[in-house]
């Protein structure tokens, strides 16, 4: 593996509960790697040998990052494979040919007869919080909701309640609020699971004017 890299990274941030890498590299460019994808694209020689693809890793998480030299990184996945070393140009590799690997990826499941199925939860029970004008519109300072399986992240959640509450949706705008997620302050991606606690802040403490007819 050499060890001079084209591109290197500036920015390196794992979100655990969402199972996302995010990197940023010194040309601007941002990849965000689920951990179930950098799994699957191990380069260790035990997977890259393999007749099939790797199958059964949709929950699998990072459990470790480990830097080799100034050139790669190791990541320790909490399934125990830990013998995968990405190379940085090895990862903006990956980044940039994601789509086009990841249908590939589909298409050998498919071959092989494998029904991928991430969305395992089921129905999930969370906690709403409403803060400021928010609770006086809404007519509640807090609820517990069961939210479909199609609601895996805050964006999803955001436009879930919204058409729960069709009157009042203009207050629920992604430009309106932000949203916490045990008491953290949410990115749109960070991941929603059952028995959450989520806050629904508004960005100003005066609430926007209805939209015109």
Not at 69 to 79: E, K, L, N, S, T
Not at 104 to 119: F, Q
Not at 172 to 177: N, Q, R
């Amino acid at each position: 593996m050499k060890e001079h890299a084209e591109h290197l990274p500036t920015e390196i941030n794992l979100h655990k509960k969402s199972r996302l890498l995010s990197i940023t590299f010194d040309n601007g460019r941002r990849f965000d790697y689920p951990c179930e994808y950098l799994r699957v694209f191990s380069r260790a020689a035990e997977v890259r040998t393999m007749d099939t693809p790797v199958t059964g890793k949709e929950r699998v998480n990072i459990e470790a990052i480990e830097p080799q030299g100034g050139y790669a990184i190791r990541i320790v996945f909490d399934d125990g494979h830990d013998t995968s070393i990405y190379s940085w140009d090895t990862l903006y590799e990956l980044g940039e040919n994601q789509e086009a690997n990841w249908a590939d990826y589909l298409r050998r499941l498919e071959e092989i007869g494998y029904r991928r199925d991430p969305k395992t939860d089921g129905e999930r029970t969370i906690r709403i919080l409403y803060f400021n004008y928010l609770a006086q519109k809404l007519g509640k300072e807090s609820e517990e909701r069961k939210i479909p399986p199609n609601v895996e992240t805050v964006t999803d959640l955001l436009a879930w309640l919204r058409r729960q509450y069709p009157i009042r949706a203009y207050l629920l705008s992604d430009d309106h609020v932000r949203i916490t997620v045990n008491k953290q302050f949410a990115e749109p991606f960070t991941r929603v699971d059952g028995g959450d606690e989520i806050g629904l802040v508004p960005n100003s403490p005066n609430p926007p004017s209805p939209p015109r007819s």
